[in-house]
């Protein structure tokens, strides 16, 4: 049973850099791919990008300007950084396994980040 | 970019049988996957690629997915199902609805 959770700071400073990460328990980092996925208060999911093969990555066009993901095999981790927020960046960040096609099939529990001074 | 319609809401009594569509240019040619968000949780998945149940899901739920709308369904609603549902797909990159509320009344 694949587990994973978010840890980071809850509280940014607006134009700072928000930076979160995912530990993964029950599985390989090295295999699937892994996104992160986003839910301001009371609206949608907004699909952030994923990284996958130990590297290769994937963003959401609205945001590739200020996304990095990227992994830590050895602590079989992946990590979020997204530059220059903005109170439009508060939300829940979750992040999520792939299954073997286009869904996500594990999710972690999510964690709130509130842009604010 | 690509876009996914949701209705906003949709309302069952309990027993009934719920749908809940997603709408797509084309989008029968693409899989289609579905979660159910209940108020302060995670998203859980109800069915991935147009049809399938993952383990633990009830066979209530199902999906279907023709020309350029995608059906959940939901037979004999239960209380337990009032919930958020989304739809998701890719194009290039991935897509999501913008969720509908089912209220079970």
């Known amino acids: 049973q694949v587990q994973l959770q978010e840890s980071g700071p809850g509280l940014v400073k607006p134009s700072e850099t928000l930076s979160l990460t995912c530990t993964v328990s029950?599985?390989?980092?090295?295999?699937?791919?892994w996104s992160w996925i986003r839910q301001p208060p009371g609206k949608g999911l907004e699909w952030i990008g994923y990284?996958?093969?130990?590297?290769?990555?994937n963003y959401n066009p609205s945001l590739k300007s200020r996304v990095t993901i990227s992994v830590d095999t050895s602590n079989n981790q992946f990590s979020l950084k997204l530059t220059s927020v903005t109170a439009a960046d508060t939300a829940v960040y979750y992040c999520?396994?792939?299954?073997?096609?286009?869904?996500?099939?594990?999710w972690g529990q999510g964690t709130l980040v509130t842009v604010s001074s | 970019s690509y876009e996914l319609t949701q209705p906003p809401s949709v309302s069952v009594s309990p027993g009934q049988t719920a749908s809940i569509t997603c709408s797509g240019d084309n989008l029968a040619k693409k899989y289609v996957c579905w979660y159910q968000q209940k108020s302060g949780q995670s998203p859980v998945l109800v069915i991935y690629q147009d049809t399938k149940r993952p383990s633990g899901i009830p066979e209530r739920f199902s999906g279907s997915n023709s020309g350029n709308t995608a059906t959940l369904t939901i037979s004999g609603t239960q209380a337990m199902d009032e919930a958020d549902y989304y739809c998701?797909?890719?194009?290039?990159?991935?897509?999501f609805g913008g969720g509908t509320k089912l209220t079970v009344l």
């Open positions: 029950g599985g390989s980092i090295s295999t699937h791919y």
């Open positions: 998701q797909a890719w194009d290039s990159s991935v897509v």
């Open positions: 990284v996958y093969n130990g590297g290769t990555t």
């Open positions: 999520a396994k792939h299954g073997v096609s286009v869904h996500f099939d594990y």
